[in-house]
Protein backbone atom coordinates (compact mmCIF):
# COMPACT_ATOMS: atom_id res chain seq x y z
CA UNK A 1 0.00 0.00 0.00
CA UNK A 2 1.21 3.75 0.60
CA UNK A 3 3.17 2.85 3.76
CA UNK A 4 2.26 6.14 5.63
CA UNK A 5 4.56 5.30 8.46
CA UNK A 6 7.87 4.39 5.84
CA UNK A 7 7.72 0.81 7.76
CA UNK A 8 8.67 -0.87 4.58
CA UNK A 9 12.39 1.10 5.39
CA UNK A 10 12.15 0.07 8.74
CA UNK A 11 11.82 -3.29 7.92
CA UNK A 12 15.30 -3.24 5.74
CA UNK A 13 17.06 -1.44 7.99
CA UNK A 14 16.05 -4.27 10.19
CA UNK A 15 17.16 -7.03 8.06
CA UNK A 16 20.71 -5.27 7.86
CA UNK A 17 21.44 -5.94 11.36
CA UNK A 18 24.71 -8.00 11.47
CA UNK A 19 22.62 -11.04 12.74
CA UNK A 20 20.28 -10.72 9.85
CA UNK A 21 21.93 -9.75 7.08
CA UNK A 22 22.82 -13.01 5.87
CA UNK A 23 19.04 -13.85 4.93
CA UNK A 24 17.70 -13.26 1.31
CA UNK A 25 14.93 -10.90 1.27
CA UNK A 26 12.06 -10.12 -0.91
CA UNK A 27 10.57 -6.51 -0.26
CA UNK A 28 6.90 -5.87 -2.64
CA UNK A 29 6.65 -2.39 -2.90
CA UNK A 30 2.88 -1.28 -3.40
CA UNK A 31 1.80 1.65 -6.15
CA UNK A 32 1.08 4.24 -3.58
CA UNK A 33 4.70 3.98 -1.65
CA UNK A 34 6.05 7.49 -2.22
CA UNK A 35 9.55 6.02 -0.49
CA UNK A 36 10.27 4.02 -3.30
CA UNK A 37 14.17 5.94 -4.46
CA UNK A 38 14.97 6.33 -0.41
CA UNK A 39 14.15 2.15 -0.82
CA UNK A 40 16.36 1.47 -3.95
CA UNK A 41 18.69 3.58 -2.66
CA UNK A 42 18.94 1.69 1.24
CA UNK A 43 19.07 -2.04 -0.47
CA UNK A 44 21.54 -0.97 -2.64
CA UNK A 45 23.66 -1.01 0.46
CA UNK A 46 22.92 -4.69 1.39
CA UNK A 47 23.40 -7.84 -0.50
CA UNK A 48 20.60 -10.96 -0.79
CA UNK A 49 17.68 -8.45 -1.15
CA UNK A 50 14.89 -7.54 -3.79
CA UNK A 51 12.32 -5.34 -4.66
CA UNK A 52 9.54 -5.93 -6.24
CA UNK A 53 6.87 -3.41 -7.93
CA UNK A 54 3.16 -4.05 -7.21
CA UNK A 55 2.56 -7.71 -8.00
CA UNK A 56 -0.79 -9.46 -9.10
CA UNK A 57 0.14 -12.10 -6.83
CA UNK A 58 2.04 -12.95 -4.00
CA UNK A 59 1.50 -16.68 -3.80
CA UNK A 60 4.94 -17.67 -5.59
CA UNK A 61 6.77 -15.24 -2.72
CA UNK A 62 4.92 -16.58 0.06
CA UNK A 63 5.68 -20.43 -1.32
CA UNK A 64 9.49 -19.75 -1.37
CA UNK A 65 9.79 -17.90 1.84
CA UNK A 66 10.32 -19.24 4.93
CA UNK A 67 9.05 -15.77 7.19
CA UNK A 68 7.24 -13.06 6.26
CA UNK A 69 6.85 -9.34 7.24
CA UNK A 70 3.36 -8.27 7.04
CA UNK A 71 0.14 -5.97 7.96
CA UNK A 72 -2.24 -7.70 9.46
CA UNK A 73 -4.85 -7.57 6.67
CA UNK A 74 -6.41 -10.09 4.35
CA UNK A 75 -2.50 -11.42 3.59
CA UNK A 76 -2.32 -12.89 7.05
CA UNK A 77 -4.73 -14.87 5.99
CA UNK A 78 -3.25 -15.95 2.25
CA UNK A 79 0.00 -16.00 4.35
CA UNK A 80 -1.60 -18.89 6.94
CA UNK A 81 -3.24 -20.81 4.46
CA UNK A 82 0.13 -21.44 2.95
CA UNK A 83 1.90 -22.29 6.08
CA UNK A 84 3.82 -19.35 6.16
CA UNK A 85 5.21 -18.21 10.11
CA UNK A 86 4.86 -14.00 10.00
CA UNK A 87 5.22 -11.07 11.78
CA UNK A 88 2.67 -8.87 11.74
CA UNK A 89 2.27 -5.00 11.96
CA UNK A 90 -1.63 -4.14 12.76
CA UNK A 91 -2.65 -1.17 11.19
CA UNK A 92 -5.59 -0.59 13.45
CA UNK A 93 -9.54 -0.97 13.07
CA UNK A 94 -10.66 -4.54 12.70
CA UNK A 95 -6.85 -5.64 12.41
CA UNK A 96 -5.78 -5.16 15.95
CA UNK A 97 -8.13 -7.45 17.74
CA UNK A 98 -7.63 -9.94 15.23
CA UNK A 99 -3.64 -10.03 15.12
CA UNK A 100 -4.23 -9.82 19.12
CA UNK A 101 -6.27 -13.04 19.13
CA UNK A 102 -3.70 -14.65 16.52
CA UNK A 103 -0.82 -13.67 18.89
CA UNK A 104 -2.10 -15.20 22.11
CA UNK A 105 -2.41 -18.37 19.80
CA UNK A 106 0.42 -18.47 18.56
CA UNK A 107 -0.34 -18.46 15.04
CA UNK A 108 1.61 -14.68 14.12
CA UNK A 109 4.26 -12.96 16.02
CA UNK A 110 2.59 -9.52 16.29
CA UNK A 111 5.34 -6.70 16.18
CA UNK A 112 2.74 -4.10 17.61
CA UNK A 113 0.51 -1.54 16.09
CA UNK A 114 2.34 0.92 12.64
CA UNK A 115 2.55 4.13 14.24
CA UNK A 116 4.33 2.78 17.04
CA UNK A 117 6.87 0.62 15.24
CA UNK A 118 10.58 0.97 15.49
CA UNK A 119 13.40 -0.88 12.84
CA UNK A 120 14.37 -2.23 16.15
CA UNK A 121 11.04 -4.00 16.97
CA UNK A 122 11.15 -5.54 13.42
CA UNK A 123 14.84 -6.71 14.10
CA UNK A 124 13.50 -8.55 18.03
CA UNK A 125 10.72 -9.79 15.72
CA UNK A 126 12.49 -11.86 13.56
CA UNK A 127 15.09 -13.10 15.53
CA UNK A 128 12.49 -13.94 17.78
CA UNK A 129 10.61 -15.86 15.19
CA UNK A 130 13.63 -17.65 13.51
CA UNK A 131 15.08 -18.61 16.89
CA UNK A 132 11.29 -20.09 17.69
CA UNK A 133 10.42 -21.27 14.08
CA UNK A 134 9.99 -24.79 14.81
CA UNK A 135 7.63 -23.98 17.46
CA UNK A 136 5.55 -21.48 15.63
CA UNK A 137 2.12 -22.47 13.89
CA UNK A 138 1.63 -21.90 10.04
CA UNK A 139 -1.72 -21.44 10.21
CA UNK A 140 -3.06 -24.53 8.59
CA UNK A 141 -5.46 -25.26 11.50
CA UNK A 142 -7.04 -21.67 11.28
CA UNK A 143 -7.57 -22.14 7.65
CA UNK A 144 -7.85 -24.27 4.58
CA UNK A 145 -8.44 -22.21 1.91
CA UNK A 146 -11.78 -23.92 0.76
CA UNK A 147 -13.52 -21.42 1.64
CA UNK A 148 -14.97 -20.33 -1.63
CA UNK A 149 -15.84 -24.42 -2.42
CA UNK A 150 -17.88 -24.26 0.51
CA UNK A 151 -19.46 -20.35 -0.45
CA UNK A 152 -20.03 -21.97 -4.11
CA UNK A 153 -21.47 -25.29 -2.63
CA UNK A 154 -23.59 -23.29 -0.41
CA UNK A 155 -25.24 -20.69 -2.81
CA UNK A 156 -25.71 -23.76 -5.03
CA UNK A 157 -27.99 -24.95 -2.53
CA UNK A 158 -30.19 -22.00 -2.70
CA UNK A 159 -32.66 -22.71 -5.58
CA UNK A 160 -32.25 -20.24 -8.12
CA UNK A 161 -29.43 -18.27 -6.92
CA UNK A 162 -26.72 -19.85 -9.67
CA UNK A 163 -27.13 -20.83 -13.23
CA UNK A 164 -23.83 -22.80 -14.17
CA UNK A 165 -23.39 -23.08 -18.14
CA UNK A 166 -19.98 -23.86 -19.90
CA UNK A 167 -17.54 -21.00 -20.23
CA UNK A 168 -17.08 -19.82 -24.10
CA UNK A 169 -15.16 -17.64 -26.11
CA UNK A 170 -16.82 -14.44 -24.99
CA UNK A 171 -15.78 -15.01 -21.34
CA UNK A 172 -12.50 -14.35 -22.15
CA UNK A 173 -12.34 -10.82 -20.68
CA UNK A 174 -14.22 -12.22 -17.63
CA UNK A 175 -11.42 -14.81 -17.02
CA UNK A 176 -9.18 -12.56 -17.00
CA UNK A 177 -10.22 -9.47 -15.50
Not at 10 to 30: F, Q
Not at 66 to 95: H, K, M, N, Y
Not at 164 to 170: F, N, S, T
Request: glycine share 8%.
Amino acid sequence: GADPHNLTSKAVEAMSHPKLEHLSVDVVIGRQNRNREALEALTNQRANITIHPPMSSLAGLIARADLAIGAGGSTTWERACLGLPSAVVSFGGDQAPISKALHARGSIHLIGKADEIESSDIEDAVLDCLTNLSSMETGYELIDGFGCQRLATALLEIEGSIRLRLVEERDEAILFR
